[in-house]
């Protein structure tokens, strides 16, 4: 099913579609959290990576909730949007030798993520009332204040220390 492909008729596959894809963006978030955890040389970076890779694990159940909620298969479908920023990331922080800097890097990374994922959610929350799956706006609301205080917590880090540090 593509986005804005002759598979999207109603606004359940719009739904479902857009579940797709932030169920396989959480799925490579997991998948490379461990790594951007292991680059940072911030120890507050390093375990909020951490605590967030734990969090992520969590986003994925609730999102399984939800398929289950809509009597549907959890699965994911390619997200280019996502792939496409942790791609940048990678490149960012393969060419990046000041550790500062790369941890700066790293932050700004992970804050796209973020906000992508807010997106998404917000999206999901809106369709999901519209749609009348009620037991389905809980778990994503879940989801969604955990990455509105992923957020919060990135910018904190980034203004008291991580930026401060790689300017100097």
Same mark, same amino acid.
């Given at each position: 099913?593509?986005?804005?492909?002759?598979?999207?008729?109603?606004?359940?596959?719009?739904?479902?579609?857009?579940?797709? #894809?932030?169920?396989?963006?959480?799925?490579?978030?997991?998948?490379?959290?461990?790594?951007?955890?292991?680059?940072?040389? !911030?120890?507050?970076?390093?375990?909020?990576?951490?605590?967030?890779?734990?969090?992520?694990?969590?986003?994925?159940?609730?999102?399984?909730?939800?398929?289950?909620?809509?009597?549907?298969?959890?699965?994911?479908?390619?997200?280019?949007?996502?792939?496409?920023?942790?791609?940048?990331?990678?490149?960012?922080?393969?060419?990046? #030798? #000041?550790?500062?800097?790369?941890?700066?890097?790293?932050?700004? !990374?992970?804050?796209?993520?973020?906000?992508?994922?807010?997106?998404?959610?917000?999206?999901?929350?809106?369709?999901?009332?519209?749609?009348?799956?009620?037991?389905?706006?809980?778990?994503?609301?879940?989801?969604?204040?955990?990455?509105?205080?992923?957020?919060?917590?990135?910018?904190?880090?980034?203004?008291?220390?991580?930026?401060?540090?790689?300017?100097?």
């Amino acid at each position: 099913m593509g986005l804005f492909s002759k598979d999207i008729k109603s606004m359940e596959d719009l739904f479902q579609h857009q579940l797709e #894809d932030i169920y396989y963006a959480e799925q490579q978030i997991e998948k490379n959290l461990p790594t951007m955890a292991e680059k940072a040389t !911030s120890p507050e970076l390093k375990a909020g990576f951490e605590k967030h890779l734990r969090e992520t694990r969590t986003h994925v159940q609730r999102l399984e909730q939800v398929f289950a909620v809509i009597g549907k298969e959890a699965k994911g479908v390619d997200c280019e949007a996502i792939d496409g920023i942790i791609k940048e990331a990678k490149h960012v922080a393969k060419n990046v #030798d #000041d550790k500062e800097v790369l941890d700066a890097a790293l932050l700004a !990374s992970a804050q796209a993520v973020e906000h992508y994922e807010i997106t998404r959610y917000g999206t999901l929350i809106a369709w999901a009332k519209e749609l009348g799956y009620t037991a389905a706006v809980k778990p994503l609301e879940a989801n969604l204040n955990e990455e509105y205080a992923t957020d919060k917590t990135l910018t904190s880090l980034a203004e008291k220390r991580v930026n401060r540090l790689a300017a100097a």
